[in-house]
């Protein structure tokens, strides 16, 4: 088929598509409506457990078993890139060559790694209090190690980023929150179920049961994860060459 | 006014999941075709969040707002939201490694090039 073909099939598949849209949209409950019974009683569950970001109680209590899928979503994606981008045997590692870095952009790097990657660890550890948790947090944690390879080089990324120590973090964390499941069978309720710890008080750091554990757990599975992922991306555009000519 | 407010939401996330296919469809570079895909999902996003709205309503989170003093926004869709960007994420991350393999064994980028088999 050409090109000009092809665009008239999408464009008659695009309008019919986007009429059934506006179609379906017409008849949606209104914009900024009152009637949200699943957000009430998610509301009022996670008021019950004591934790105060709901959305983490969502995650984290209510969905944890969706949670554990989301992060074997993450685990297999990440075990997949590492797979695909992997050293092949007509490639060679050629040292990456230090680079000149503006000391503006040195200085700036060097103050900014500390505070960002203690920022990252305090959205880890408020999930269940304020806005964040694991996911977030652990995205944070992750790319401020990387704030070293825009301020120094690669080789002193590498130094204080050994991948094989964060493929196990990674590995251990996906296993703990599976723990803190089972943990859950073994004390007499159901998987995930948070029935296990005391809710605490509210509004504090050990409040709302098992949450702070499994959003613990994500978060290190998060920053292990993201660490890998570009840690093969950045082999990948640095150290590794093809073998012969181009 | 009201009324087009009240379905204007749904359907910019209608709009940008149709950019997102057009863009997708067209793409002369796998690269930039993973980007569109990421404009798809960028849609659902939308959608999920424009659901989960309340009119006057603050965030679902109770460190700093007394509960019951203010109305709050669903907390369901935007935990779903979550999901959402994660998963987006890591098919990113994936999409792009297998654009990287396609690169160094058939030399192009372009999804038409790679109509032949090869090998």
Request: proline share 5%.
């Amino acid at each position: 088929m050409t090109r000009r073909a092809r665009l008239w099939v999408l464009l008659a598949g695009g309008a019919g598509l986007a009429a059934l849209l506006v179609a379906a949209c017409l008849r949606l409950p209104h914009f900024g409506g009152k009637s949200h019974p699943y957000g009430d009683r998610a509301v009022h569950a996670s008021l019950a457990r004591q934790t105060a970001n709901t959305i983490s109680s969502v995650n984290f209590d209510q969905r944890a078993f969706d949670t554990l899928g989301e992060m074997t979503i993450l685990f297999s994606a990440v075990l997949g890139c590492v797979i695909l981008l992997r050293q092949t045997h007509d490639e060679h590692r050629a040292r990456p060559e230090p680079a000149e870095v503006a000391p503006p952009v040195r200085r700036y790097a060097l103050v900014v790694l500390p505070v960002a990657l203690l920022s990252g660890l305090y959205v880890i550890a408020h999930g269940q209090l304020s806005p964040g948790g694991g996911f977030q947090g652990g995205v944070v944690a992750a790319t401020a190690l990387h704030l070293l390879y825009l301020g120094a080089d690669y080789a002193a990324l590498e130094r204080i980023r050994p991948v094989g120590a964060y493929e196990v973090a990674d590995a251990l964390a996906a296993s703990g929150y599976l723990v803190m499941g089972i943990a859950g069978l073994i004390g007499g309720t159901a998987f995930l179920a948070n029935t296990l710890l005391p809710y605490g008080t509210f509004n504090t750091l050990s409040s709302g049961g098992t949450v702070p554990l499994l959003n613990a757990a994500i978060g290190m599975e998060v920053a292990g994860a993201v660490v890998v992922l570009l840690a093969r991306f950045l082999d990948q555009a640095v150290e590794i060459e093809e073998e012969s000519g181009t | 006014m009201r009324a087009v407010m009240d379905v204007l939401p749904y359907l910019v996330a209608a709009w940008v999941f149709l950019a997102g296919c057009y863009g997708l469809a067209t793409s002369r570079n796998l690269i930039h075709a993973v980007g569109c895909l990421s404009v798809c999902q960028v849609g659902t996003y939308v959608l999920l969040l424009s659901v989960g709205y309340r009119d006057g309503a603050t965030a679902p989170v109770f460190s700093d707002v007394k509960p019951g003093s203010r109305p709050v926004v669903d907390p369901v869709v935007q935990a779903l939201t979550l999901t959402d960007v994660v998963v987006g994420a890591t098919v990113t991350a994936l999409l792009l490694a297998l654009v990287i393999q396609v690169a160094k064994r058939h030399g192009t980028l372009d999804p038409d090039e790679l109509s032949e088999l090869r090998g």
